[in-house]
T-cell receptor, first 110, second 110 residues
Framework: DGGITQSPKYLFRKEGQNVTLSCEQNLNHDAMYWYRQDPGQGLRLIYYSQIVNDFQKGDIAEGYSVSREKKESFPLTVTSAQKNPTAFYLC?????????FGPGTRLTVT | GQQVMQIPQYQHVQEGEDFTTYCNSSTTLSNIQWYKQRPGGHPVFLIQLVKSGEVKKQKRLTFQFGEAKKNSSLHITATQTTDVGTYFCAGIWGRWALNFGKGTSLLVTP
């Protein structure tokens, strides 16, 4: 089955801890993206990567970090510097423009 | 940064009524994409519009791109309960710059 997977579906962390969200795709897509979704806010771009070993900041990159060591994988780390980390995080990949989204990870930080 | 404004934020209709959501940009877009997100789900690509004045149909859904490529609309004829969800437009100004609107949440009551 081709697709994009994110794990876990739900994640709970204590304030002050870093946490890494997984995103894997087997669609052979070059571009991958991370979005954050808050109620009533739509999707806001955190980071994106057009090719392995390269990535760019999106609109709300502060407090987040990424890596792109493999074409298939684009993990996102939510650091303790992110002031409001509780949100729904969506990963997407793309080859020709249209984006394919993973099922998302709902992160709760208390 | 470049943004797309989407209205209305919410729409509640009776099954069988029509529905329209509008997307506007202050600057000329290269392309525009539309996505649907069911409650609890992830966004799913519906369509991409590229040409000025373009109109595309998918069964009961009609997508339009304005002549100036600054606005777009999605019209659903005779809504059904399966149409429930949030509809997002995403404006594209360059190859990688894709900005999502805040979405229109559609509720359809039988």
């Amino acid at each position: 089955d081709g697709g994009i997977t994110q794990s876990p579906k739900y994640l709970f962390r204590k304030e002050g801890q870093n946490v890494t969200l997984s995103c894997e795709q087997n669609l052979n897509h070059d571009a991958m993206y991370w979005y954050r979704q808050d109620p009533g806010q739509g999707l806001r771009l955190i980071y994106y990567s057009q090719i392995v070993n390269d990535f760019q900041k999106g609109d709300i990159a502060e407090g987040y970090s990424v890596s792109r060591e493999k074409k298939e994988s684009f993990p996102l780390t939510v650091t303790s510097a992110q002031k409001n980390p509780t949100a729904f995080y969506l990963c997407a990949s793309s080859k020709t423009g249209e984006q394919y989204f993973g099922p998302g990870t709902r992160l709760t930080v208390t | 940064g470049q943004q797309v404004m989407q209205i209305p934020q919410y729409q509640h209709v009776q099954e069988g009524e029509d529905f329209t959501t509008y997307c506007n940009s202050s600057t000329t877009l290269s392309n525009i994409q539309w996505y649907k997100q069911r409650p609890g789900g992830h966004p799913v690509f519906l369509i991409q519009l590229v040409k000025s004045g373009e109109v595309k149909k998918q069964k009961r859904l009609t997508f339009q791109f304005g002549e100036a490529k600054k606005n777009s609309s999605l019209h659903i004829t005779a809504t059904q309960t399966t149409d429930v969800g949030t509809y997002f437009c995403a404006g594209i100004w360059g190859r990688w710059a894709l900005n999502f609107g805040k979405g229109t949440s559609l509720l359809v009551t039988p």
